[in-house]
């Protein structure tokens, strides 16, 4: 095989190889939380969830904090 084939099949090769390669962009930090007024428990037997952010398409959403019965 000549040395130009066998370029080309390396290249045609690599070339193959990264194109699968996909590099999404970096996540930017999350955001510090927000001061959550706690409300009055419920009733006995309650916990407080806490709020925090959760990754959402494109950006970090907010999940308020919230009252769960034990």
Known sequence: MSRSV???????LAAITLSGCVVAPA???RPPP???VVPVMP???YHWV???????GNQWRWVPGHWRAY
Do not use: M
């Open 50 to 56: 806490q709020g925090h952010y959760r990754w959402g």
């Open 6 to 12: 066998k370029t080309l099949i390396a290249a045609a």
């Open 34 to 36: 927000p001061v959550e």
């Open 27 to 29: 996540r930017p930090h």
């Open 43 to 45: 009733a006995p037997g």
